[in-house]
């Protein structure tokens, strides 16, 4: 019999790549929960607000494996002008599913938390390392969201037959990628602003390009997901990261993405916007111990295959 999954949020840029991916396994029978962007007529996409308990008890009935990847978020600039508004619809979509998952008895549950939840560190961190005391300023808000919901995951797997699994992602980029530079993270962003721009153009970059992102390609977290839906993997509950494990400064990306697109451009750097200053990078040998994941597309390739597909898809 083919296993029920729901991907909640599969309207967006990650749970839209699982939701196409899984799609194609043969083995499961995949459903996805979208809000306002409904992306085609497919009858396995279900319009529905996440923020009603109701609505989130009756989508998470019957499921074998709920994935957790709907979430209020933007790039830095967005949030900063208004970072309020990332708050309250996060936190009640992670009560309301987390609850829904227990009370139906929810045999797998996903929840996709992120790499915010660690300090600043020249070195790749593990999963025990999380540090809400020192992580920072900017991500004091969405990182307590983050571990809240873990440990209210944690929580439930203690009263019930439940297998919860955290996954700490790193930086993710690929098609479906929000290339908008008001609300584009900075990967999305710099490709935007690169294939928009002239031989000869200079493009205007946030800061001074020094804080260092641990980058994953969208295909290789949809591999980890797929891989851990059919693997089992002891205990009930548990955290994996799952990231490169190497950074790459912003003012190198930016170098490498102009490079591999072929463009005669400049660089300038406007230290009057926001820029975080930070390095997080992450050690997912655990993740390569239990279920021997490890990262296969690498930063030039994933680059490539990104400008192609933003190319045909004229984004």
């Not at 709920?66 to 949030?79: K, M, Q, S, Y």
């Not at 660690?118 to 390392?129: A, R, V």
């Not at 089992?232 to 548990?238: D, I, K, S, T, V």
């Not at 200053?277 to 296969?296: E, M, R, S, V, Y």
Request: net charge positive; charged share 20%.
């Amino acid at each position: 019999m083919k296993k029920k999954v729901l991907i909640c949020g599969a309207s967006g840029f990650i749970g839209r790549n699982i939701f196409e991916a899984l799609s194609k396994n043969s083995s499961l029978d995949v459903y996805g929960t979208c809000f306002i962007n409904k992306l085609s007529n497919n009858p396995q996409l279900i319009e529905v607000d996440l923020r009603k308990k109701r609505n989130v008890n009756e989508i998470t009935q019957g499921m074998d494996v709920v994935i957790h990847a709907a979430a209020v978020t933007d790039g830095l600039g967005a949030i900063q002008a208004n970072p309020a508004q990332y708050i309250a619809d996060n936190i009640v979509m992670n009560t309301r599913l987390a609850e829904a998952a227990y009370l139906n008895k929810i045999p797998h549950f996903i929840f996709m938390s992120c790499s915010i939840v660690y300090p600043s560190k020249t070195t790749p961190q593990k999963e025990e390392e999380a540090d809400l005391l020192n992580v920072h300023p900017q991500y004091f808000m969405g990182a307590r969201i983050k571990i809240c919901m873990e440990d209210l995951c944690r929580f439930y797997s203690k009263h019930g037959n439940i297998r919860f699994t955290m996954i700490r992602h790193a930086n993710i980029y690929g098609p479906y990628d929000k290339f908008d530079l008001q609300k584009g993270h900075v990967f999305a962003a710099t490709i935007k602003k690169v294939l928009s721009a002239n031989d000869g153009d200079d493009i205007v970059m946030w800061g001074e390009g020094k804080e260092a992102r641990d980058l994953l390609y969208v295909s290789d977290i949809v591999d980890f997901i797929e891989t851990v839906i059919i693997k089992n993997f002891e205990p009930q509950y548990n955290i994996f990261n799952v990231g490169s494990g190497t950074a790459i400064s912003v003012s190198d990306l930016v170098k490498k993405i102009i490079k591999i697109s072929g463009k005669k451009i400049g660089i300038l750097y406007d230290s009057s916007k926001p820029s975080l200053g930070n390095k997080i990078t992450l050690d997912w040998q655990k993740a390569h111990q239990a279920f021997g994941w490890q990262p296969k597309v690498d930063l030039n390739q994933g680059i490539q295959q990104t400008i192609d597909w933003y190319l045909k898809n004229n984004l």
